[in-house]
DNA sequence: TCTGGGGTCCTAGGACCC
DNA sequence: TCTGGGGTCCTAGGACCC
Protein backbone atom coordinates (compact mmCIF):
# COMPACT_ATOMS: atom_id res chain seq x y z
CA UNK A 1 0.00 0.00 0.00
CA UNK A 2 1.23 3.18 -0.24
CA UNK A 3 0.39 6.62 1.25
CA UNK A 4 0.06 10.16 0.01
CA UNK A 5 0.60 12.72 3.05
CA UNK A 6 -0.70 16.23 1.57
CA UNK A 7 -0.38 18.93 3.93
CA UNK A 8 -3.72 20.95 3.88
CA UNK A 9 -3.55 24.86 2.24
CA UNK A 10 0.54 24.46 2.88
CA UNK A 11 1.36 27.92 2.41
CA UNK A 12 -1.52 29.28 4.60
CA UNK A 13 -0.64 26.97 7.51
CA UNK A 14 2.67 28.12 7.63
CA UNK A 15 1.47 31.42 8.17
CA UNK A 16 -0.92 30.25 10.77
CA UNK A 17 1.80 28.19 12.59
CA UNK A 18 3.59 31.53 13.77
CA UNK A 19 -0.30 33.73 14.06
CA UNK A 20 -2.42 31.02 15.93
CA UNK A 21 -4.80 34.24 15.85
CA UNK A 22 -5.70 33.98 12.31
CA UNK A 23 -6.96 30.16 13.31
CA UNK A 24 -10.51 30.31 12.07
CA UNK A 25 -9.86 33.49 9.93
CA UNK A 26 -9.91 33.31 6.44
CA UNK A 27 -5.95 33.80 4.87
CA UNK A 28 -4.40 33.48 1.33
CA UNK A 29 -0.93 33.59 0.35
CA UNK A 30 0.14 35.81 -3.37
CA UNK A 31 2.32 35.03 -5.97
CA UNK A 32 5.40 36.66 -5.93
CA UNK A 33 5.10 40.15 -7.30
CA UNK A 34 2.12 40.12 -5.04
CA UNK A 35 0.34 38.94 -8.29
CA UNK A 36 -2.24 35.98 -7.58
CA UNK A 37 -3.74 34.01 -5.20
CA UNK A 38 -1.47 30.86 -4.54
CA UNK A 39 -2.66 29.44 -1.69
CA UNK A 40 -6.16 29.49 0.66
CA UNK A 41 -7.17 28.31 3.91
CA UNK A 42 -10.55 26.71 4.15
CA UNK A 43 -12.61 30.15 5.33
CA UNK A 44 -10.68 31.79 2.07
CA UNK A 45 -12.11 29.21 0.06
CA UNK A 46 -15.59 29.26 1.45
CA UNK A 47 -15.60 32.69 0.30
CA UNK A 48 -15.47 31.67 -3.10
CA UNK A 49 -11.72 32.99 -3.49
CA UNK A 50 -10.09 31.16 -6.58
CA UNK A 51 -7.06 29.49 -7.20
CA UNK A 52 -4.87 31.66 -9.40
CA UNK A 53 -7.07 34.72 -8.86
CA UNK A 54 -5.83 38.18 -9.58
CA UNK A 55 -4.82 39.31 -6.27
CA UNK A 56 -6.70 43.15 -7.82
CA UNK A 57 -9.75 41.50 -8.67
CA UNK A 58 -9.99 40.03 -4.84
CA UNK A 59 -9.32 43.17 -2.98
CA UNK A 60 -12.88 44.49 -2.27
CA UNK A 61 -13.46 40.57 -1.44
CA UNK A 62 -10.44 40.93 0.77
CA UNK A 63 -11.49 43.90 2.83
CA UNK A 64 -15.12 43.28 2.75
CA UNK A 65 -14.40 40.45 4.69
CA UNK A 66 -10.88 41.08 6.92
CA UNK A 67 -9.06 38.28 4.84
CA UNK A 68 -5.26 38.22 6.03
CA UNK A 69 -3.07 38.67 2.79
CA UNK A 70 0.56 37.50 2.79
CA UNK A 71 3.20 37.31 0.24
CA UNK A 72 5.00 34.50 -0.81
CA UNK A 73 7.59 33.61 2.07
CA UNK A 74 9.96 31.00 0.42
CA UNK A 75 12.14 30.79 2.87
CA UNK A 76 9.86 30.06 5.54
CA UNK A 77 7.61 27.42 3.59
CA UNK A 78 10.51 25.64 2.32
CA UNK A 79 11.90 25.19 6.18
CA UNK A 80 8.88 24.09 7.61
CA UNK A 81 8.41 21.10 4.75
CA UNK A 82 11.58 20.19 5.39
CA UNK A 83 10.61 19.53 8.99
CA UNK A 84 7.67 17.53 7.71
CA UNK A 85 9.39 15.62 5.28
CA UNK A 86 12.16 14.81 8.02
CA UNK A 87 9.73 13.51 10.43
CA UNK A 88 7.68 11.60 7.55
CA UNK A 89 11.00 10.04 6.35
CA UNK A 90 11.74 8.82 9.51
CA UNK A 91 8.77 6.71 9.89
CA UNK A 92 9.08 4.79 6.57
CA UNK A 93 11.68 2.66 4.85
CA UNK A 94 10.78 4.42 1.82
CA UNK A 95 9.84 7.79 0.75
CA UNK A 96 9.46 10.07 -2.52
CA UNK A 97 9.20 13.80 -1.51
CA UNK A 98 6.78 14.66 -4.46
CA UNK A 99 6.45 18.02 -3.74
CA UNK A 100 7.00 21.13 -1.34
CA UNK A 101 4.07 20.01 0.64
CA UNK A 102 3.29 16.41 -0.87
CA UNK A 103 5.21 12.83 -0.11
CA UNK A 104 4.29 9.15 -1.55
CA UNK A 105 5.13 6.70 1.61
CA UNK A 106 5.79 3.22 0.61
CA UNK A 107 3.64 1.16 3.90
CA UNK A 108 5.01 -1.98 3.04
CA UNK A 109 5.50 -4.10 6.54
CA UNK A 110 3.19 -1.66 8.30
CA UNK A 111 0.71 -3.65 9.98
CA UNK A 112 -2.19 -1.20 10.74
CA UNK A 113 -2.38 1.72 8.01
CA UNK A 114 -5.13 3.22 9.19
CA UNK A 115 -3.62 4.02 12.90
CA UNK A 116 -0.17 4.43 11.61
CA UNK A 117 -1.07 7.57 9.62
CA UNK A 118 -3.36 8.76 12.62
CA UNK A 119 -0.72 8.80 14.63
CA UNK A 120 1.70 10.03 12.07
CA UNK A 121 -0.55 12.98 11.40
CA UNK A 122 -0.84 14.27 14.78
CA UNK A 123 2.90 13.79 15.61
CA UNK A 124 3.41 16.03 12.55
CA UNK A 125 0.68 18.39 13.84
CA UNK A 126 2.79 18.61 17.17
CA UNK A 127 6.38 19.16 16.17
CA UNK A 128 5.91 21.75 13.30
CA UNK A 129 2.20 22.70 13.39
CA UNK A 130 1.42 22.11 9.75
CA UNK A 131 -2.16 19.75 9.53
CA UNK A 132 -1.77 17.29 7.04
CA UNK A 133 -3.78 14.34 4.91
CA UNK A 134 -3.09 10.79 4.52
CA UNK A 135 -4.45 9.13 1.76
CA UNK A 136 -3.83 5.20 1.48
CA UNK A 137 -4.33 2.77 -1.42
CA UNK A 138 -2.55 0.27 -3.56
CA UNK A 139 -1.36 2.74 -6.47
CA UNK A 140 -0.13 6.78 -6.18
CA UNK A 141 -3.50 7.54 -8.40
CA UNK A 142 -5.27 5.48 -5.80
CA UNK A 143 -3.81 7.06 -3.29
CA UNK A 144 -3.99 11.17 -4.75
CA UNK A 145 -7.93 9.95 -4.61
CA UNK A 146 -8.31 8.71 -0.93
CA UNK A 147 -6.67 11.94 0.03
CA UNK A 148 -9.07 14.13 -1.57
CA UNK A 149 -11.26 11.60 0.37
CA UNK A 150 -9.44 12.36 3.34
CA UNK A 151 -9.22 15.85 3.11
CA UNK A 152 -12.80 16.78 2.01
CA UNK A 153 -14.67 14.25 4.13
CA UNK A 154 -13.06 12.73 6.83
CA UNK A 155 -12.91 14.57 10.02
CA UNK A 156 -9.46 12.49 11.65
CA UNK A 157 -8.06 13.31 8.18
CA UNK A 158 -7.36 9.57 6.66
CA UNK A 159 -8.33 7.49 4.54
CA UNK A 160 -7.81 3.99 3.35
CA UNK A 161 -8.85 2.52 0.26
CA UNK A 162 -7.91 -1.03 -0.37
CA UNK A 163 -10.43 -3.69 -1.19
CA UNK A 164 -11.94 -2.90 -4.81
CA UNK A 165 -15.72 -2.83 -3.91
CA UNK A 166 -14.40 0.56 -1.66
CA UNK A 167 -12.45 1.52 -4.41
CA UNK A 168 -15.61 1.11 -7.40
CA UNK A 169 -17.72 2.79 -4.91
CA UNK A 170 -15.80 5.72 -4.25
CA UNK A 171 -14.58 6.10 -7.84
CA UNK A 172 -18.72 6.39 -8.80
CA UNK A 173 -18.17 10.23 -6.78
CA UNK A 174 -14.97 11.71 -8.23
CA UNK A 175 -15.44 13.90 -11.02
CA UNK A 176 -13.03 13.11 -13.78
CA UNK A 177 -11.50 16.88 -13.77
CA UNK A 178 -10.21 15.97 -10.40
CA UNK A 179 -8.19 12.89 -10.90
CA UNK A 180 -3.95 13.54 -10.85
CA UNK A 181 -2.84 13.53 -14.72
CA UNK A 182 -6.54 15.20 -16.19
CA UNK A 183 -6.26 19.15 -16.69
CA UNK A 184 -8.74 21.55 -18.18
CA UNK A 185 -8.30 19.96 -21.37
CA UNK A 186 -8.61 16.57 -21.07
CA UNK A 187 -11.69 16.92 -18.53
CA UNK A 188 -13.44 18.96 -21.11
CA UNK A 189 -12.86 16.18 -23.83
CA UNK A 190 -13.88 13.47 -21.42
CA UNK A 191 -17.20 15.44 -20.15
CA UNK A 192 -18.20 15.69 -23.87
CA UNK A 193 -17.35 12.07 -24.34
CA UNK A 194 -19.70 10.91 -21.57
CA UNK A 195 -16.95 9.97 -18.95
CA UNK A 196 -18.18 12.12 -15.84
CA UNK A 197 -16.09 9.88 -12.86
CA UNK A 198 -13.74 8.35 -12.18
CA UNK A 199 -15.51 5.02 -12.34
CA UNK A 200 -16.43 5.65 -16.05
CA UNK A 201 -12.79 6.01 -17.01
CA UNK A 202 -11.60 3.33 -15.11
CA UNK A 203 -14.42 1.36 -17.47
CA UNK A 204 -13.49 2.80 -20.47
CA UNK A 205 -12.05 1.17 -23.69
CA UNK A 206 -8.12 1.14 -23.27
CA UNK A 207 -6.86 1.67 -26.96
CA UNK A 208 -9.29 4.35 -26.87
CA UNK A 209 -8.09 6.21 -23.95
CA UNK A 210 -4.02 5.11 -25.12
CA UNK A 211 -5.13 6.78 -28.79
CA UNK A 212 -6.82 9.96 -27.02
CA UNK A 213 -4.70 10.80 -23.96
CA UNK A 214 -1.58 9.17 -24.86
CA UNK A 215 0.26 6.42 -23.22
CA UNK A 216 -0.10 8.73 -20.00
CA UNK A 217 -3.71 8.05 -19.79
CA UNK A 218 -3.77 4.31 -19.77
CA UNK A 219 -1.40 4.30 -16.77
CA UNK A 220 -3.37 6.33 -15.03
CA UNK A 221 -6.57 4.15 -15.90
CA UNK A 222 -4.77 0.78 -15.13
CA UNK A 223 -3.99 2.63 -11.98
CA UNK A 224 -7.54 3.13 -11.23
CA UNK A 225 -8.19 0.01 -11.68
CA UNK A 226 -5.51 -1.11 -9.17
CA UNK A 227 -2.67 -2.18 -11.30
CA UNK A 228 0.67 -0.29 -9.93
CA UNK A 229 2.58 2.28 -12.98
CA UNK A 230 4.36 4.40 -11.21
CA UNK A 231 6.74 3.06 -8.63
CA UNK A 232 7.33 5.48 -5.26
CA UNK A 233 10.82 7.17 -6.07
CA UNK A 234 13.14 7.91 -4.08
CA UNK A 235 16.22 9.01 -5.45
CA UNK A 236 15.45 12.74 -6.95
CA UNK A 237 16.40 12.42 -10.38
CA UNK A 238 18.57 15.20 -11.83
CA UNK A 239 17.03 17.61 -13.23
CA UNK A 240 16.86 18.34 -17.11
CA UNK A 241 16.37 22.06 -17.28
CA UNK A 242 16.86 24.65 -14.61
CA UNK A 243 14.86 28.06 -14.91
CA UNK A 244 14.87 31.48 -12.96
CA UNK A 245 12.33 33.80 -13.80
CA UNK A 246 10.90 36.96 -12.69
CA UNK A 247 8.38 39.22 -13.86
CA UNK A 248 9.19 42.68 -12.32
CA UNK A 249 7.99 45.31 -9.84
CA UNK A 250 8.30 47.65 -12.23
CA UNK A 251 8.60 47.49 -15.68
CA UNK A 252 11.92 47.68 -17.48
CA UNK A 253 12.85 50.10 -20.23
CA UNK A 254 16.82 49.66 -20.53
CA UNK A 255 19.01 47.39 -21.14
CA UNK A 256 21.11 47.97 -18.21
CA UNK A 257 18.39 47.19 -15.99
CA UNK A 258 17.85 44.16 -18.14
CA UNK A 259 21.47 43.38 -17.70
CA UNK A 260 20.78 43.69 -14.01
CA UNK A 261 17.98 41.00 -13.92
CA UNK A 262 19.17 38.41 -16.31
CA UNK A 263 22.71 38.53 -14.16
CA UNK A 264 20.95 37.80 -11.11
CA UNK A 265 19.29 35.11 -12.55
CA UNK A 266 22.01 33.51 -14.92
CA UNK A 267 23.87 33.54 -11.41
CA UNK A 268 21.01 32.01 -9.51
CA UNK A 269 20.69 28.81 -12.08
CA UNK A 270 24.72 28.34 -11.91
CA UNK A 271 23.84 28.00 -7.79
CA UNK A 272 20.77 25.73 -8.48
CA UNK A 273 23.44 23.79 -10.71
CA UNK A 274 26.35 23.51 -8.34
CA UNK A 275 24.08 22.58 -5.82
CA UNK A 276 22.48 20.03 -7.97
CA UNK A 277 26.23 18.85 -8.83
CA UNK A 278 25.81 19.16 -12.27
CA UNK A 279 26.64 20.86 -15.54
CA UNK A 280 24.58 23.14 -18.11
CA UNK A 281 25.43 22.85 -22.02
CA UNK A 282 23.27 25.54 -22.87
CA UNK A 283 21.65 28.66 -21.93
CA UNK A 284 18.05 30.48 -23.32
CA UNK A 285 17.01 33.67 -22.18
CA UNK A 286 14.06 35.33 -22.67
CA UNK A 287 12.29 38.76 -22.45
CA UNK A 288 9.10 39.60 -22.74
CA UNK A 289 6.13 42.43 -22.40
CA UNK A 290 3.22 42.59 -20.30
CA UNK A 291 0.76 40.37 -22.14
CA UNK A 292 -2.21 41.18 -19.87
CA UNK A 293 -1.61 45.17 -21.27
CA UNK A 294 -3.20 44.68 -25.19
CA UNK A 295 -2.63 48.57 -25.04
CA UNK A 296 1.28 48.37 -24.70
CA UNK A 297 3.64 47.20 -27.91
CA UNK A 298 4.14 43.48 -27.52
CA UNK A 299 7.46 41.97 -27.99
CA UNK A 300 8.28 38.21 -27.09
CA UNK A 301 11.51 36.62 -27.76
CA UNK A 302 14.10 33.95 -26.72
CA UNK A 303 17.92 32.94 -27.87
CA UNK A 304 19.62 29.53 -27.06
CA UNK A 305 23.18 29.55 -26.63
CA UNK A 306 25.65 26.44 -26.79
CA UNK A 307 28.49 26.19 -24.83
CA UNK A 308 31.77 24.27 -26.01
CA UNK A 309 32.16 22.58 -22.32
CA UNK A 310 29.38 22.34 -20.01
CA UNK A 311 29.96 24.46 -16.67
CA UNK A 312 28.17 25.42 -13.72
CA UNK A 313 30.63 28.51 -13.71
CA UNK A 314 28.31 31.69 -12.37
CA UNK A 315 30.90 34.22 -14.34
CA UNK A 316 30.15 31.98 -16.96
CA UNK A 317 26.72 31.65 -17.67
CA UNK A 318 26.78 35.23 -16.41
CA UNK A 319 28.93 36.16 -19.61
CA UNK A 320 26.80 33.99 -22.12
CA UNK A 321 23.78 34.91 -21.13
CA UNK A 322 24.57 38.84 -21.35
CA UNK A 323 25.53 38.02 -24.73
CA UNK A 324 22.28 36.78 -25.77
CA UNK A 325 20.33 39.10 -24.09
CA UNK A 326 22.15 41.87 -25.63
CA UNK A 327 21.26 39.81 -29.42
CA UNK A 328 17.40 39.85 -28.05
CA UNK A 329 16.98 43.49 -27.32
CA UNK A 330 15.10 45.90 -28.84
CA UNK A 331 14.33 49.50 -27.59
CA UNK A 332 11.19 51.15 -27.30
CA UNK A 333 9.06 47.99 -25.09
CA UNK A 334 8.51 47.67 -21.51
CA UNK A 335 9.61 44.64 -20.61
CA UNK A 336 7.36 42.62 -17.84
CA UNK A 337 9.22 39.46 -17.07
CA UNK A 338 12.61 37.90 -18.37
CA UNK A 339 14.53 35.15 -17.55
CA UNK A 340 17.38 32.09 -17.57
CA UNK A 341 17.48 28.45 -18.49
CA UNK A 342 19.92 25.84 -18.47
CA UNK A 343 19.75 22.70 -20.25
CA UNK A 344 21.32 19.99 -21.97
CA UNK A 345 22.43 19.03 -18.10
CA UNK A 346 25.14 16.33 -17.81
CA UNK A 347 27.10 15.36 -14.47
CA UNK A 348 29.64 17.15 -13.03
CA UNK A 349 31.81 14.30 -13.00
CA UNK A 350 31.58 13.65 -17.16
CA UNK A 351 32.52 17.37 -17.77
CA UNK A 352 34.69 16.61 -21.38
CA UNK A 353 37.37 19.43 -21.04
CA UNK A 354 38.28 21.45 -23.74
CA UNK A 355 42.34 21.42 -24.74
CA UNK A 356 42.64 24.81 -23.63
CA UNK A 357 40.28 25.36 -21.08
CA UNK A 358 41.29 23.52 -18.29
CA UNK A 359 43.86 25.17 -16.09
CA UNK A 360 41.01 28.51 -16.04
CA UNK A 361 38.56 26.25 -15.10
CA UNK A 362 40.09 24.26 -12.00
CA UNK A 363 40.61 28.15 -10.57
CA UNK A 364 37.26 29.05 -11.12
CA UNK A 365 35.91 26.12 -9.17
CA UNK A 366 37.43 27.12 -6.29
CA UNK A 367 36.37 30.54 -6.43
CA UNK A 368 32.52 29.37 -7.15
CA UNK A 369 33.27 27.53 -3.92
CA UNK A 370 34.33 29.91 -1.96
CA UNK A 371 31.58 32.08 -2.88
CA UNK A 372 29.15 29.15 -1.96
CA UNK A 373 30.69 29.20 1.37
CA UNK A 374 30.30 32.66 1.97
CA UNK A 375 26.45 32.89 0.43
CA UNK A 376 25.53 29.96 2.76
CA UNK A 377 27.12 30.44 5.73
CA UNK A 378 26.57 34.50 5.68
CA UNK A 379 23.55 35.11 3.82
CA UNK A 380 22.18 35.15 0.12
CA UNK A 381 23.91 37.76 -2.45
CA UNK A 382 26.47 39.24 0.10
CA UNK A 383 29.14 38.77 -2.21
CA UNK A 384 28.04 38.99 -5.78
CA UNK A 385 29.21 40.01 -9.51
CA UNK A 386 28.96 44.07 -9.76
CA UNK A 387 26.57 43.76 -12.90
CA UNK A 388 23.83 41.97 -10.70
CA UNK A 389 23.23 45.91 -9.76
CA UNK A 390 22.84 47.69 -6.28
CA UNK A 391 19.29 49.32 -6.83
CA UNK A 392 17.63 46.93 -8.58
CA UNK A 393 14.53 48.87 -9.63
CA UNK A 394 12.91 45.76 -11.29
CA UNK A 395 13.15 43.65 -8.20
CA UNK A 396 9.95 42.05 -6.76
CA UNK A 397 6.83 43.90 -5.13
CA UNK A 398 6.26 41.92 -1.47
CA UNK A 399 4.39 44.47 -0.05
CA UNK A 400 2.97 41.78 2.46
CA UNK A 401 5.72 39.53 3.99
CA UNK A 402 5.48 37.66 7.04
CA UNK A 403 9.26 37.19 8.85
CA UNK A 404 11.12 34.28 8.44
CA UNK A 405 10.89 33.14 12.01
CA UNK A 406 12.75 29.71 11.25
CA UNK A 407 15.53 30.94 9.28
CA UNK A 408 17.08 34.80 10.53
CA UNK A 409 18.03 35.49 13.60
CA UNK A 410 16.80 38.63 13.27
CA UNK A 411 13.48 36.96 12.58
CA UNK A 412 12.57 35.10 15.99
CA UNK A 413 10.01 34.89 17.33
CA UNK A 414 9.85 37.00 20.80
CA UNK A 415 8.14 35.08 23.62
CA UNK A 416 6.82 37.11 26.63
CA UNK A 417 8.07 34.41 29.75
CA UNK A 418 6.14 36.53 31.95
CA UNK A 419 2.56 35.96 30.08
CA UNK A 420 3.55 32.58 29.93
CA UNK A 421 3.57 31.89 32.86
CA UNK A 422 0.53 33.82 33.88
CA UNK A 423 -1.44 31.82 31.67
CA UNK A 424 -0.02 28.49 32.45
C1' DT B 1 -2.26 50.55 -11.61
C1' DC B 2 -2.60 45.47 -10.53
C1' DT B 3 -2.42 38.64 -13.72
C1' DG B 4 3.69 33.42 -10.58
C1' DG B 5 7.46 30.34 -11.07
C1' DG B 6 8.97 26.34 -11.49
C1' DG B 7 9.09 21.49 -13.89
C1' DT B 8 7.98 16.75 -16.82
C1' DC B 9 6.58 13.73 -20.62
C1' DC B 10 4.64 12.49 -25.22
C1' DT B 11 3.77 12.88 -30.16
C1' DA B 12 3.98 14.30 -34.89
C1' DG B 13 6.51 15.85 -38.47
C1' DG B 14 10.63 17.05 -40.82
C1' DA B 15 15.36 16.35 -41.89
C1' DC B 16 18.77 13.32 -42.21
C1' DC B 17 21.41 8.54 -42.57
C1' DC B 18 22.32 3.77 -44.96
C1' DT C 1 1.93 2.53 -64.91
C1' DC C 2 5.46 1.04 -61.56
C1' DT C 3 9.53 4.43 -56.61
C1' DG C 4 11.76 0.13 -50.07
C1' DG C 5 12.70 -0.59 -45.61
C1' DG C 6 15.00 0.44 -41.82
C1' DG C 7 16.63 3.84 -38.62
C1' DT C 8 18.02 8.49 -35.67
C1' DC C 9 17.75 13.14 -34.09
C1' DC C 10 15.59 17.46 -33.40
C1' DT C 11 11.88 20.71 -32.62
C1' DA C 12 7.42 22.57 -31.72
C1' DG C 13 3.34 22.05 -29.62
C1' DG C 14 0.38 20.25 -26.34
C1' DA C 15 -0.81 17.99 -22.32
C1' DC C 16 0.04 17.51 -17.44
C1' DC C 17 1.98 18.36 -12.35
C1' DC C 18 2.99 21.35 -7.98
Known amino acids: MIALVDCNNFYASCERVFQPKLENKPIVVLSNNDGCVI ?14 APAFKMQSIFDRYAVHVFSSNFALYGDLSNR ?12 EIYSIDEAFLDLEGVMKPRQFSIDLRSKVKQWTGIPVSVGIAPTKTLAKVANHVAKKYKKEGVFVMKYSKTINEVLKHIPVDELWGVGRQYAKFLMERGFHTA ?53 AKELHELKEAIAAYANTCAMKLRKEKSLAH ?16 QYNASQKAMLTVPTNDGMEITKQALAVLERLYKKGFNYKKAGVIVGDIVPDYSRQLSFFHQQDILRRQRVMHSLDYI ?50
Open 84 to 95: VMNILTESVPAI
Open 282 to 297: SICVFVRTNPFKESAK
Open 199 to 251: HDLAHGSESWIKRNMTVNGLRMVKELKGISCYAIECDTARKKNICTSRSFGIE
Open 39 to 52: ARSNEAKALGIKMG
Open 375 to 424: NTTMGRDKVRLAIQGFDRKWRLKQEKLSPCYTTRFTDMLEVNIDYLKSVT
